[in-house]
């Protein structure tokens, strides 16, 4: 699950709070870095939980309104949302039972919240639809709750607030971790049952040491890199870059000169799409041009062994 585009997020990040709290070491810093990219799995988890308790606090309001008309002698509630098949397969997902037994994760301090996204569920266009609908097969109970994740839970500013109030780390997390947890949903499978297996917490070996390897060159080769960018940009004024552009270009130089299957292009919109978000408005377009020459000029003094296309 933690891919690559997460791992570059954490080490702007990271890399950042390192030369501003002033108290550099490195081995702290690699390990926060891996704590804080273990938080974002344990997001992960959390909102596959979410689903499972909003099904359980609709079980128990079915329940009390099938109380209350066999005692009344009234017509009985559909069962039809809580018989989900998807639902069903998640909340009895042995993967998922362990993990948040073992990280002691549940939503029982948080009622009210997901009583609230039941509310919103039951009052939808989307729970009308389902309940009314013929088809019973397991990819409509499958896409129900891909529909009630997309509409009430991915862009969710209650939710936001309170996953903040839990975890710092979740911060900037979710975004990303939500295409995830639907990638999931997608690939729920009858056939499993129980077993059917979630993301891994990476998806091998390499990508836990591309996290490490990227973070330690950042830090341990920053004279040089900052050195390349001063000779490869004598045209460029520095005193333009936020200090969060020289973080991130370091950080680039890093994937560019440690990695070599990663080709150039790719580390240029990489950083250049982190800029956006992380630093000035004019960071982008500053940083895609400044990165371009510097590793042309890596390239020609035989430092940087990658290609790239001639210049149009």
């Known amino acids: 699950m933690i ?3 997460l791992i570059r997020i954490k080490v702007v990040q990271l890399t950042y709070a390192y030369y501003q709290n002033g108290n550099h ?12 990219l273990s938080k974002a799995y ?13 099904t359980r606090e609709m079980s128990h309001r079915v329940e009390i309104l099938t109380t209350r008309a066999q005692r009344e002698g009234t017509p009985e509630p559909s069962t039809r949302f809580v018989d989900n098949r998807f639902a069903l397969q998640l909340m009895g997902n042995k993967q998922l039972m362990r993990y948040v037994e073992e990280k002691h994760l549940a939503w029982d301090d948080d009622v009210e919240f ?20 013929k088809e019973t097969d397991y990819e409509t109970d499958r896409e129900l709750w891909r529909k ?28 990303v971790v939500d295409t995830f947890v639907l990638k999931t ?21 390499e990508d836990k040491e591309f996290a490490s390897k990227l973070f330690r060159s950042t830090i341990l080769n920053a004279d040089t890199y900052q050195r390349y960018m001063t000779e490869a940009s004598r045209n460029w004024d520095f005193s333009r870059l936020a200090y969060m552009d020289v973080v991130i270009m370091q950080i680039a130089l890093a994937e560019m000169l ?3 299957n990663i080709p150039v292009s790719v580390t240029i919109n990489e950083y250049v799409d982190l800029a956006k978000i992380y630093s000035t408005p004019k ?15 890596l390239i020609r003094q035989g430092v940087l062994m990658k290609s790239m296309p001639e210049r149009g």
Request: aromatic share 12%; proline share 2%; with cysteine.
């Open 3 to 5: 891919n690559r585009e």
């Open 25 to 36: 070491n490195m081995s702290n810093a690699e390990k926060e870095l891996l704590f804080s």
């Open 42 to 54: 344990e997001l992960y988890n959390y909102l596959l939980l979410l689903m499972v308790a909003v």
């Open 114 to 133: 997901v009583r609230r996204i039941c509310n919103m569920v039951e009052q939808s266009d989307i729970y009308a639809q389902y309940m009314q609908c």
């Open 148 to 175: 009630i994740y997309r509409s009430f839970i991915q862009d969710n500013e209650d939710l936001d607030a309170l996953l903040e109030e839990k975890s710092l780390y979740w911060n900037d997390d979710k975004e």
């Open 185 to 205: 949903i997608k690939r729920f499978d009858p056939k499993n049952g129980r077993s059917q297996e979630l993301l891994p917490e990476y998806n091998d070996v």
């Open 258 to 260: 440690t990695f070599a």
């Open 283 to 297: 960071s982008g377009g500053y940083i895609n041009g400044m990165l371009d020459a510097i590793a042309r000029h």
